[in-house]
Structure formats: structure tokens, C-alpha cells
């Protein structure tokens, strides 16, 4: 009996050494997800599909605040003081480096911090078939005529232009000869992904490894949406369809679909009801037998609504952008995009 008592006794104890020790690993679990946490680097992004992508690549080491918010473009985008402000701290500021995209960065950021994500990237041209309110206005002057009104301006307003440079006048966003949307392109975003990945390698070495495989990981995924992609419009061909926003140029290059398919109106027709805007829009329907229009979130189609219920048009939704900055968020757009684009396919 006084042996069972002992044995009894040295149970206890042990048993009441783990239940005290229990609260203490909880603890360290707790400090390591908050060691993860401490090590966020703060960073920062132009646009949502910069940010989506340094959140795949960065994971749980990174911190990124997006610049311009979902739902609004980068043309003409105006940065506040505030936004400034809240750049002090980042690591790293990531941009793709146009002028066209985020050159609202160029000058309110650190140049030491700023990572330009697009330097070297072949631009496409823009589709020369571009109607812009200025041709029917002008009674269709002729092309030296335009080249003559917008590259040859007297020698005050160059000087004018250069001594403003820094203000970086947008007004004439959509004659930009080259399309500014790399982003879109199936080797661009590899190659942007890749830049991600060695600038965090740079800021943290010791996760290098982690960032090496994030980002093989989302080279693995865009192959694989390509190749759905592909099976899916196997032995189709397309048909011409019309865009308000030329920004596609990449994601077409990279699915082998000719510009030659594509008839683009500035995206300024959705907010006008001008008869002869839209009679042109008509006579292109009619010319090439169209029946799918593109258009953006932003976009309101209610001006030309009757337009698209005279033809039956299939209007559908593409997004050069991206509402979604999380890790999934460029992957699941792209998705979208490509969906929709299959519409075309006959």
C-alpha cells in the first residue's frame, strides 16, 4: 500500500508539471507568429497588380500599401500629401516606371527607394485605328496636320513644357503612341515577379529562400491558367471586337490574338451622346459585322445603351487592373480576363 501512495504521489507530480508548462507553449507559439509579424518589411505599390504580386512573392514578411485604390485609374491620378506622408517608412517603392502609369511617383518618392519594375520592357504600339473626339471635330485633318498641332508647337510652348516637366501634364492620355499596361503580359509578369523577389531578397537575405519559391510557385499558376486557356479555345478562331480602353495589347500578344482584331474607341463615348461619335461607332458595327464590345468597371454604359440594345451587343467585362491586392488577387484577375476574352473565340 505505501508503494501505491508513492507511485500515486510521482504521477501527480508529473502530471501537474505538463498542465503548467501547457500556458507556455501557447506562448511560444504566440511570440513566434509575432517574431513573422515584427519582420514585415513596409513597402509600397503603384497599382493593385504590383501590390497582389509582392504580397504572392513577400508572403508573411511583407506589408505593402497600394497607392491608387481599386476602382480608380492611374491617368491622372492625384497624390495627396498624405499619401506622401505614409511613404516615408516603406523599404522600397514599387512601381512599374511610365509616365503613363505612375509617374505621380516619380518626383513625391525617394528616388533610392523607388524600383522600377518595367525598365527594359519591350513597349507594343497602340492600335493606330483610334477614334478620339478630336477627329470629327476637326474635320478629319489629315495626319501631318495632328502631328503638326501635337509634336510641333512653337518654341515658347516648348519651353513652357520643359520648364513644367516636373508637373507631368496628362491631358492627352489616350494618344500615347505605346501601350504603358506591361503588367498584362504573360513574360512581363514573370520578369516583374522575378524583380519582386530579388529586391526583398536584397532588403531580406535571410528569406531569400522563401521568396525564391513564392514566386516559382506563381510562374507554376500562370503557366498552368495559359495552358487551361489554351485547350479551352483549341481549333476556334477569333473574331473582331471592339474596346473603349486600349490596354489589352500583351494579354492579346500573349494568347497570339492579331491587333488586327481589335477596333478601339477612347473610352470618352461612354460619357458622350454625340450623334456623330456614335454614328461612327455604328458604321464600324456594320463594317466588320461586330457583336462583342469590352468594356471596364469604371465605365457607365448608359449613353449608349440604346446603341448596344439596337445591335445586341455582347457587352462584356474586362479589367486591366484588378479590384483584389491579396496573394491571389493578379491570378484570379487574369483568370477573369481570359474568361472573358474566349468570347471572342468562334
Known amino acids: 500500500m505505501k508503494k501505491f501512495f508513492i507511485l500515486f504521489a510521482i504521477l501527480f507530480a508529473l502530471t501537474s508539471c505538463d498542465i503548467g508548462q501547457q500556458p507556455n507553449a501557447v506562448n511560444n507559439i504566440s511570440a513566434n507568429s509575432q517574431e513573422v509579424s515584427d519582420k514585415k518589411t513596409q513597402v509600397s505599390a503603384s497599382i493593385i497588380p504590383l501590390a497582389s504580386i509582392i504580397n504572392r512573392v513577400g508572403g508573411d514578411y511583407v506589408e505593402v500599401q497600394t497607392i491608387v485604390p481599386a476602382g480608380v ?44 519594375l518595367g525598365d527594359g520592357i519591350e513597349l507594343l504600339e497602340s492600335a493606330p485605328h483610334n477614334h478620339d473626339d478630336h477627329e470629327d471635330e476637326h474635320d478629319h485633318e489629315d495626319e501631318h496636320d495632328h502631328e503638326d498641332e501635337h509634336d510641333h508647337e512653337d518654341e515658347h510652348d516648348h519651353e513652357d513644357e520643359h520648364d513644367h516637366e516636373d508637373e507631368h501634364d496628362h491631358e492627352d492620355e489616350h494618344d500615347h503612341s505605346h501601350d504603358p499596361h506591361v503588367w498584362l503580359g504573360k513574360d512581363n509578369i514573370i520578369l516583374i515577379a522575378e524583380r519582386v523577389r530579388d529586391k526583398l531578397s ?11 519559391e513564392n514566386t516559382e510557385s506563381f510562374k507554376a499558376e500562370i503557366e498552368e491558367i495559359y495552358e487551361s486557356f489554351e485547350e479551352e479555345i483549341s481549333g476556334k478562331t477569333p473574331k473582331e471586337f471592339i474596346v473603349f480602353h486600349d490596354a489589352y495589347n500583351y494579354l492579346l500578344e500573349s494568347i497570339d490574338v492579331s491587333q488586327n482584331y481589335k477596333i478601339v474607341f477612347t473610352e470618352n ?27 471596364e468597371p469604371q465605365f457607365n454604359t448608359s449613353s449608349i445603351q440604346s446603341f448596344i440594345d439596337e445591335y445586341t451587343m455582347n457587352v462584356l467585362m474586362l479589367d486591366p487592373l484588378g479590384q483584389d491586392e491579396s496573394a491571389n488577387g493578379y491570378t484570379q484577375n487574369l483568370q477573369n480576363n481570359l474568361n472573358t476574352i474566349s468570347a471572342i473565340y468562334e
Open 202 to 212: 536584397e532588403i531580406m537575405p535571410e528569406q531569400r529562400e522563401y521568396f525564391w
Open 269 to 295: 463615348v461612354m460619357g458622350e451622346t454625340w450623334t456623330a461619335h456614335i454614328a461612327e461607332l455604328s458604321d464600324e458595327v456594320e463594317r466588320h459585322e461586330i457583336d462583342t464590345i469590352f468594356v
Open 73 to 116: 485609374s492611374p491617368h491622372g491620378f492625384d497624390l495627396s500629401a498624405r499619401k506622401v506622408a505614409e511613404m516615408s517608412d516603406d523599404q522600397a517603392i514599387f512601381m512599374i516606371g511610365s509616365d503613363e502609369i505612375d509617374w505621380f511617383l516619380m518626383d513625391a518618392s525617394q528616388e533610392e527607394k523607388q524600383v522600377h
